[in-house]
């Protein structure tokens, strides 16, 4: 049960990729999902019907994977709970425990050297087939983008900062409102809304961004900042949610109630002893949603009606070009703002709580 839902997302994920397929993926036939896309871009308004049958349809291969992983799962516990319950200690899942950690290393391995690609890519002048290494580097890849690359960083940035902050300040809205009913003895509404907050994760973007378009232009908010950082919280606000759980829901409430003891009401003891003890997974959490913001693709052309740039359309966009050159310092300049967030959240912790070791764990 634990693993249910990162599985499922995982899955619904894998179906529904559009960016990453036309990056990586066949050209011809392309996935669904690309496929959906190219319709409901077309110039011929009547393939973007076809393209609202092609989402419903995708919508519908989801549920039904979904749905078929949910009965392998009850299989599987069934016949599970059988062979723990039979009083042997033999697993037949321990043939495939070796094999995790060289899995896991490959898969390392492979990210290490796509960045160690993406290095010498931005950086060549000349790499000539068939030969292993450039002949010759220079930096001009990087001077002749870094005036481009200024606006597509900063709208990727702020969009970003926004939906995190956004998101950390719903999010622990909900933990709050979670905690006051359990001291009233009430049902938790939160619990049996969860769903709600992970079906973003569940449904296939396709499937209703095209939908959202259609309400926004109706209201004439399209290609606006707002509606902009909206679905980015639409997609940030689950991982926000689900970095902070545990963490939150863990603290210890008897520092509250001693700082209301000492230093007054609750509201200044939420904001100098509960937020000063949770900074350090709040700034990762919103590490994580920022992120997931500068990640996403079909949102913001979506939503942004292409008047906005970010970094990640751009990258998508020159990965479909014949310089190599160019779209790796693209590539490079997307992790490294990825990357910052991340950073972020590791050092301002550490020059907040330089004088309280116990505080940096």
């Known amino acids: 049960p634990m693993l249910r839902l990162p599985l499922l997302a995982v899955l619904a994920y894998s179906?529904?990729?559009?960016?990453?397929?036309?990056?990586?993926?066949?050209?011809?036939?392309?996935?669904?999902?690309?496929?959906?896309?190219?319709?409901?871009?077309?110039?011929?308004?009547?393939n973007r019907f076809i393209g609202a049958a092609g989402a419903l349809l995708l919508l519908f291969v989801t549920l039904v994977c979904i749905g078929s992983a949910l009965a392998?799962?009850?299989?599987?516990?069934?016949?599970?709970?059988?062979?723990?319950?039979?009083?042997?200690?033999?697993?037949?899942?321990?043939?495939?425990?070796?094999t995790g950690a060289p899995y896991a290393l490959v898969l390392l391995g492979v990210n290490i050297f796509s960045i160690i690609a993406l290095l010498l890519w931005s950086?060549?002048?000349?790499?000539?087939?068939?030969?292993?290494?450039?002949?010759?580097?220079?930096?001009?890849?990087?001077?002749?983008?870094?005036?481009?690359?200024?606006?597509?960083?900063?709208?990727?940035?702020?969009?970003?900062?926004?939906?995190?902050?956004?998101?950390?300040?719903?999010?622990?809205?909900?933990?709050?409102?979670?905690?006051?009913?359990?001291?009233?003895?009430?049902a938790s509404i939160?619990?049996?809304?969860?769903?709600?907050?992970?079906?973003?994760?569940?449904?296939?973007?396709?499937?209703?961004?095209?939908?959202?378009?259609?309400v926004l232009v109706f209201f004439h908010l399209e290609g606006t900042w707002a509606a902009l950082v909206w679905i980015h919280l639409v997609f940030v606000l689950p991982y926000v949610f689900l970095t902070l759980a545990t963490t939150y829901r863990s603290y210890d409430q008897r520092y509250s109630y001693v700082g209301k003891t000492l230093c007054g009401g609750p509201l200044r003891t939420f904001f100098r002893i509960k937020l000063f003890i949770l900074a350090k997974p709040i700034l990762f959490s919103m590490a994580v949603g920022f992120g997931v913001s500068i990640a996403q693709y079909l949102p913001t052309l979506y939503v942004g009606a292409g008047r906005f740039t970010t970094i990640t359309t751009e990258t998508v966009s020159l990965a479909s070009g014949s310089d190599r050159r160019i779209m790796a310092v693209y590539a490079l300049s997307q992790l490294a703002l990825a990357l910052a967030g991340y950073l972020t959240a590791i050092i301002l912790p550490a020059i907040m709580f330089r004088k309280r070791q116990a505080m940096q764990n």
Request: aromatic share 12%.
């Open 15 to 46: 179906l529904s990729v559009v960016d990453l397929a036309y990056i990586i993926g066949p050209s011809l036939p392309p996935t669904l999902a690309v496929l959906i896309d190219r319709w409901f871009n077309s110039p011929e308004i009547s």
């Open 72 to 98: 392998l799962e009850y299989v599987i516990s069934k016949v599970g709970s059988r062979k723990i319950l039979d009083g042997r200690r033999a697993s037949p899942f321990e043939l495939f425990f070796p």
């Open 123 to 186: 950086v060549t002048r000349t790499w000539r087939f068939p030969h292993f290494f450039p002949s010759r580097f220079s930096l001009s890849n990087w001077t002749t983008s870094i005036n481009q690359l200024i606006e597509p960083c900063w709208v990727s940035g702020l969009a970003a900062l926004l939906s995190c902050v956004l998101a950390i300040i719903i999010v622990i809205g909900c933990f709050e409102n979670e905690q006051k009913l359990a001291r009233a003895k009430k």
């Open 190 to 214: 939160s619990q049996r809304s969860l769903w709600i907050i992970y079906l973003p994760l569940l449904i296939p973007q396709i499937s209703f961004l095209f939908g959202i378009q259609v």
